[in-house]
């Protein structure tokens, strides 16, 4: 199995394109960021990354296609995910009204979170199912190493760039976390972006 040579280069430049437009992923790792500083949003990061290479995993498998064609399934899994990100800004609010030396969100945490987020979000399976397909050639072997290789490419191409995001929106959130009242503020606006990822989740429209 081997990808071509030609085709890789082309596709690393489309990925990061994808990359750095702003999405559920960008948006949940700033909110990390904001909430508890730039470690825990670089393990976010590494989370949607983790789980952007399953969706790969899972596109090459057949998977994904079997998940987009069951409307109920797209459901479900989009219904999960709107819960899971109210359930997070619920958590915000609650972090947001105790005192500033409270502890920031654990990595690991932040790195489950990250990875369920992104797999709860069926636009995902959506867009790799429309993407990665492009470039790959069922005549140059394993279809499925081939889905690996550019979802690994997409997964890293994320980690980086969400992981900036979150560092940038960490480094400055912590600094300012020593006023009880701008910790409330910021409590409040990591809700406000969970809060908007859900609903923008449950407006979303299979086709």
């Known amino acids: 199995m081997s990808v071509d ?13 994808l990359n750095l437009t702003p999405g559920a992923d960008m948006m949940f790792c700033l909110g990390q960021g904001v909430r508890s500083g730039p470690r825990p949003a670089v393990a976010a990061s590494a989370g949607i990354s983790a789980g952007a290479f399953v969706h790969a995993l899972a596109a090459g498998l057949g998977l994904s296609a ?10 479900v899994i989009r219904w999960v995910g709107v819960g899971y990100l109210l359930w997070l800004a619920v958590q915000s609010l609650r972090m947001g009204a105790v005192p500033s030396g409270a502890p920031a969100v654990p990595a690991a945490r932040a790195f489950r979170e990250g990875m369920v987020v992104n797999l709860t979000n069926p636009k995902v399976i959506l867009f790799v199912l429309a993407f990665i397909p492009q470039f790959v050639d069922p005549a140059r072997g394993s279809v499925l190493g081939q889905f690996l290789i550019f979802g690994a490419v997409l997964a890293l191409g994320g980690f980086v760039i969400n992981g900036l995001v979150g560092v940038f929106a960490g480094s400055i959130g912590r600094r300012l976390t020593g006023n009880p009242a701008f910790s409330r503020w910021l409590g409040r606006v990591s809700a ?13 429209q299979k086709g």
């Open 5 to 17: 040579p030609v085709v890789f280069l082309a596709f690393i430049p489309a990925a990061l394109a």
């Open 66 to 75: 079997l998940i987009a064609a069951q409307p109920g399934a797209f459901d």
């Open 192 to 204: 406000g972006i969970f809060a908007a990822l859900a609903l923008r989740l449950a407006v979303l």
